[in-house]
């Protein structure tokens, strides 16, 4: 059965390394990070070689993680883990991965899907030894995630034989073995996603890449029903990598789908866990800090909107489509590339040009703008208006060129800016 977590893995062989010792418990009193916690059931309890403690997840139908910082470089031989509590409530899947310097890998061997509810124990051999500093356990359970302890067997490596932090061993370029150049999904505890590596973003982990998150609108759909498959015709920024308009599109792209599997009604993004995403997202991949870009349409601009005024120091820039927000003067300093259709009921491309005239006028430095509203001459609200927007090829170029904290400045010339600077945009379905 294909898993959205397995698709991240590519098979190569692993580097092998000198190791000293006998191998112990490296997990043991490790600091750790957990994707949420239950009362006084912290994720600090899955390490601290007590079973009769335990880390629970409160979150439902989100997956559970927890991400060990093992303090040091190990060859990681086996693991151990104890699940559940009384005499069921163990994990149905389980799955321990590893950072390969480019992303979250996982383990080889330790991988269990259809685990009964009463096998709590789980000895793990890894069918190949693995190199690294950081690992994380997942469960895709959508409740009852409750481990009483993770212990993870190793070695220390060598400092002359330890690979670097990018995981490499020194004088290699073992590339990484993440899906690139592939649209799969990925679970998380936030939300689900759409994945897309450029094709070379293996080659190199001294690289890094603009990271785009672009988010649906409150109806819109990206994976399949059960998470597991990018859907062949998905909304938004994704249907341009589906579709090939992007061909191998030199950035990051995230495309998180809103609703937990089995559920069906809208769904608004929550600013909350998508800012935890996002630092997620940023520690787990080769991401240009400087070159992180937020997007979406409909409900998904408005929160891209709304980003950009709360958190806008934080992103390169902010494209809504087919959306509004009420403008305040934290958008004044982010650079903001709006489109909207002509013809759209909901949220006219007029909103725009308000928002525009608002950030320009109403908020220091007066007369200077760092937005453009571009119309879609005819479009409603949809694909009319949204596919064409993510379809222009400006736009990339403006995702790979902008940068934070250096404003693309407009001041004259039409309500959107001069336009010059980028190759001509589509203005007709």
């Known amino acids: 059965m294909h898993l959205g977590l397995v698709s991240l893995l590519v098979l190569m062989p692993l580097v092998p390394v000198a190791v000293t010792g006998q191998a112990t418990n490296v997990a043991l009193g490790?600091?750790?990070?957990?994707?949420?916690?239950?009362?006084e059931h912290v994720g600090e309890h899955a390490v601290d070689g007590d079973e009769t403690t335990r880390w629970e997840n409160r979150a439902r139908h989100r997956i559970a993680q927890l991400e060990i910082d093992l303090g040091g470089t190990f060859a990681l031989e086996r693991a151990e883990v104890l699940i559940g509590i009384?005499?069921?409530?163990?994990?149905?899947?389980?799955?321990?991965?590893?950072?390969?310097?480019?992303?979250?890998?996982?383990?080889?061997?330790?991988?269990?899907?259809?685990?009964?509810?009463?096998?709590?124990?789980?000895?793990?051999?890894?069918?190949?030894?693995?190199?690294?500093?950081?690992?994380?356990?997942?469960?895709?359970?959508?409740?009852n995630n409750l481990l009483r302890e993770l212990r993870v067997f190793g070695t220390p490596v060598p400092v002359q034989a330890r690979s670097d932090a990018s995981g490499h061993s020194p004088g290699t370029s073992t590339p990484g073995r993440c899906a690139a150049g592939e649209h799969v999904a990925v679970r998380t505890p936030w939300y689900d996603y759409a994945q897309h590596l450029p094709s070379q973003y293996n080659d190199d982990p001294s690289r890094r890449w603009p990271l785009v998150f672009a988010m649906h609108g409150i109806g819109g759909n990206i994976l399949t029903g059960d998470h597991l498959g990018v859907l062949s015709n998905p909304e938004g920024l994704p249907r341009q990598i589906a579709n090939g308009t992007l061909g191998d599109f030199p950035a990051i792209v995230v495309s998180p789908h809103c609703r937990a599997v089995g559920q069906t009604s809208n769904c608004w993004f929550d600013e909350e866990r998508v800012l935890a995403m996002l630092d997620d997202l940023q520690a787990s991949f080769l991401v240009d800090i400087d070159r992180v870009f937020v997007t979406g349409l409909s409900g998904g601009g408005i929160r891209s909107y709304q980003l950009g005024i709360n958190h806008g120091p934080r992103f390169a820039g902010v494209v809504p489509v087919a959306s509004n927000v009420t403008p305040a003067c934290g958008l004044k300093e982010t650079n903001v590339w709006a489109f909207g259709g002509t013809a759209d009921p909901s949220f006219p491309a007029s909103v725009n040009h308000f928002i525009l005239r608002f950030l320009r006028d109403d908020c220091e430095p007066i007369g200077v703008s760092y937005m453009q509203a571009t119309d879609i001459e005819g479009g409603t609200h949809s694909g009319s208006t949204w596919d064409v927007a993510y379809a222009t090829p400006a736009l990339h170029t403006w995702f790979l060129e902008t940068v934070r904290h250096h404003p693309v400045v407009f001041t004259d010339g039409f309500e959107g800016g001069d336009l010059s600077a980028w190759s001509e945009i589509a203005s007709t379905r």
């Open 86 to 143: 009384g005499s069921g409530f163990a994990h149905e899947f389980v799955q321990l991965q590893y950072h390969d310097g480019f992303c979250w890998v996982p383990i080889p061997g330790a991988t269990v899907s259809g685990n009964p509810a009463s096998q709590q124990f789980l000895d793990l051999p890894f069918s190949e030894t693995v190199t690294a500093s950081r690992i994380r356990y997942h469960s895709l359970d959508d409740q």
């Open 30 to 39: 490790r600091p750790v990070v957990a994707s949420d916690a239950y009362l």
